[in-house]
């Protein structure tokens, strides 16, 4: 069956670091590969996606290329701000493209010092 | 409101009680989804809806578990006879269709005590 394996947490980085979080995923066929985020007190908000090979999802400054390769999904930052500190979850295939069913990673928690 | 919304946000049940969870989707979204997330972890996809019909109920855990959406909107998780095992936060999904994206509501923390 499907499943997603997400880097250990906590990450504890200090403003303007590189992020990476790794992630990579078992499935059968092509799924499609999302990032989600969560703020605390907040519900899950769809981050970034991609939905084939050598797609690259893009947004708020994170990148994630999907490689079929590797079956790896990394999420990427250049310089992390205090406002990135969330729970961050890799999550892998779902309906068509949107995510609605999906496997989700357990998360990697990141915490931005100033 | 715009959102996915969820009531209640908590829910303290004593165990072999029975409990029911409300998600409103957003309006005219017509595909919605359950999780369930127990701490530390992801999500665990439930059940999913199509309108009023339920087309996927593969991840629901036992017989205990029953989701409905009479009407092709509101939807209703029910838990019966709850035990220690289903404490978790519930989340509901919604989205216009099955190539756009699903969006989250905050979730329903369970306690069963």
């Known amino acids: 069956g499907n499943s997603v394996t997400q880097m250990e947490g906590p990450v504890t980085l200090s403003e303007e670091a590189f992020l990476t979080i790794n992630c990579t995923y078992t499935?059968?066929?092509?799924?499609?590969l999302f990032w989600y985020v969560q703020y605390p007190g907040e519900g899950l908000q769809l981050l970034l996606k991609?939905?084939?090979?050598?797609d690259k999802g893009s947004n708020k400054g994170f990148e994630a290329t999907y490689r079929k390769e590797t079956t790896s999904f990394h999420l990427e930052k250049g310089s992390v701000q205090v406002s990135d500190s969330a729970v961050y979850f890799c999550?892998?295939?779902?309906?068509?493209?949107?995510?609605?069913?999906?496997?989700f990673g357990d998360g990697t928690t990141l915490t931005v010092k100033p | 409101g715009a959102g996915v919304s969820q009531s209640p946000r908590y829910k303290v049940a004593k165990r072999g009680q029975d409990v029911a969870l409300r998600c409103d989707p957003i309006s005219g979204h017509v595909s919605l989804f359950w999780y369930q997330q127990a701490l530390g972890q992801g999500p665990e996809f439930l059940t999913y809806f199509q309108n009023e019909a339920q087309l996927d109920k593969s991840g629901l855990p036992s017989d205990r578990f029953f989701a409905e959406r009479p009407e092709g909107s509101v939807s209703t998780l029910k838990i019966q006879r709850t035990q220690q095992e289903d404490s978790a936060v519930y989340l509901c999904?919604?989205?216009?269709?099955?190539?756009?994206?699903?969006?989250f509501g905050q979730g329903t923390r369970l306690t069963v005590v």
């Open positions: 499935a059968t066929g092509y799924p499609s």
């Open positions: 991609a939905t084939k090979a050598d």
């Open positions: 999904a919604s989205s216009s269709d099955l190539n756009t994206e699903a969006f």
């Open positions: 999550a892998l295939g779902g309906y068509n493209t949107n995510a609605g069913k999906s496997t």
